[in-house]
């Protein structure tokens, strides 16, 4: 279980409840930039990642997108860049940002997660890569099977840990494991699907991770409390919230 994390407060905060581990949110980070997922610059997801590594003894994974640059050339720097900030493993996902063509197609970005694997290997870090398909986020017809065929290449090309978001049942999540078997598979719980960590470890899942949910969660809670004061003029929102003295008495240990 490696929960997502937006900043140094909640990275913390994650370590305390005894979690081994944890990754970074590129939702969670653009919501607290002001700016929509994907729209964070290069030099602010970079710092991000590296207030995270810093703010505790975990491993961090990176959610590193699409490694922020259209060549392989310019993922391999980037990757070398995000190696270089301290994470223990790394994702590469093929959407393209195109809403005409949103995925790569396979043959480029099976170029691009090697070069991510190139630029990994050469730092002798043994940081993992994640190989990351977005058949389902994106809307891709027949996105099990699609998934697969691009999971099963990323596989081949050397990542080391494979990732499908958005596959949420349990067929689903059993033939992809089943396809990629060996290595390990990463799913994302961004919602309430009534499986269990137990559930999906049963599957053969290895990883899980919730992506942005926890900062949706702490936004949901933000808004709601900022609407009614700005609808109603009521502070009803603020009751049973965590007091004060608890918070603060935690950072300051």
């Not at 697969?148 to 494991?177: K, M, N």
């Not at 960590?197 to 933000?222: K, N, Q």
Request: aromatic fraction near 6%; charged fraction near 20%; glycine fraction near 10%.
């Amino acid at each position: 279980m490696i929960p997502n994390p937006w900043d140094a407060g909640s990275a913390r905060y994650l370590q305390h409840l005894g979690f081994k581990a944890l990754a970074t949110t590129s939702a969670g980070c653009a919501f607290a930039h002001g700016v929509a997922d994907g729209a964070v610059e290069f030099d602010d997801v970079i710092a991000n990642i590296r207030t995270i590594v810093e703010a505790t003894s975990l491993p961090v994974n990176a959610d590193f997108e699409a490694g922020y640059a259209g060549t392989p050339e310019g993922v391999a720097a980037h990757v070398a860049a995000c190696v270089a900030a301290g994470v223990a493993g790394l994702s590469i996902e093929d959407a393209s940002g195109d809403p005409n063509r949103p995925l790569f197609d396979l043959p480029v970005a099976v170029e691009r997660l090697r070069a991510a694997r190139t630029a990994i290997d050469a730092t002798q870090s043994g940081v993992l890569l994640v190989g990351r398909a977005e058949c389902y986020l994106t809307g891709r017809p027949d996105p099990l099977n699609e998934s697969i065929r691009r999971l099963v290449a990323y596989a081949e090309t050397g990542a080391d840990v494979l990732y499908a978001p958005g596959a949420v049942t349990r067929a689903d999540i059993s033939a992809i494991v089943a396809a990629v078997k060996p290595r390990p598979v990463n799913v994302l719980v961004g919602r309430n699907t009534g499986l269990t960590v137990a559930d999906l470890s049963d599957l053969g899942v290895r990883r899980i991770s919730v992506g942005g949910a926890l900062a949706r969660a702490a936004w949901t809670g933000f808004m709601r409390a900022a609407e009614a004061i700005a609808a109603d003029g009521a502070f009803t929102a603020f009751d049973g919230v965590v007091p004060h003295t608890q918070i603060n008495g935690f950072f300051a240990r």
